[in-house]
């Protein structure tokens, strides 16, 4: 007599709770990497373009690291499909960086694929090392490059030095904004190329008033183009209820650093809700 046949099923109860359990992770972990881009560096005190892209590396690396590990199998297909889907979801949907998620997610792909090689050897390790570190070193000075926006490139004029030009917004040569970022509150940092009578347009358009007093981080701003020290024979404007040390009062408040020699002016933007 022929023993009885046991009946398989392709999961056990435990691998299915694996993968439930895998599921529940990448969840988490996107939820915490949203969290930590949101309210950490999207809407913290950092730079946009350096806040956008470290936070869509963030979010491309964690949320395939986390689901490819805890898969009980098939990690690098799992992996491909957290890139993807995770790429497409918080790039189309979430509007985050696309250079920072595409590297955040093929480098977790990659280290996926060699982790779990059945060839993986000690002298491969030390290769593989080398490659990522070159392969964020690399990514790392992209950031920084944007950080300190470099190249720069000329912007089309704001519309409040428009209203404040009129018709003489061409005397205006090129037009450069850093977005300092912010949520409620935001910052920007202008250079204005122009003549220096539409400086003086400049001036009395924002009803800046003269001062002697510069703030100690207005000479600590990232752009590589924005001044270390004060330019001979500059002159100083700002708002009457700009704070360089604090947030200041609601409303917008500008702060103006006028390099006569260059025909250059370096503003500093607070827009407060």
Sequence with gaps: MSEPQTMTTPFSIRELFHWLLTAGAVVVVFFVALYFSLFVLMFGPFPKDLAEPTAGFTMGLL??????F??????LAVALVLFVAGTILTTALLNFHL????VGGILAVAFVAWWFHSRRTGRSTLRVAIGFCVAFFVFIGVVFARFVDRPAHPEALSPVLVHALGTN?????AFYRYDRGGFID???LWRIDATPEAMALVVSGLGLRSTNVVPRDFWRMPPHYWPRSMPAGGEIFQSPMFSGDSRGPDGSHYFLVHDKAQSRAFVWVKDNF
């Design 63 to 68: 949320v395939v690291l986390a689901g490819s």
């Design 70 to 75: 805890l898969a009980p199998r098939q990690h």
């Design 99 to 102: 250079l920072g998620t595409l």
């Design 169 to 173: 917004a061409s005397l205006v040569t």
């Design 186 to 188: 935001h910052e920007w």
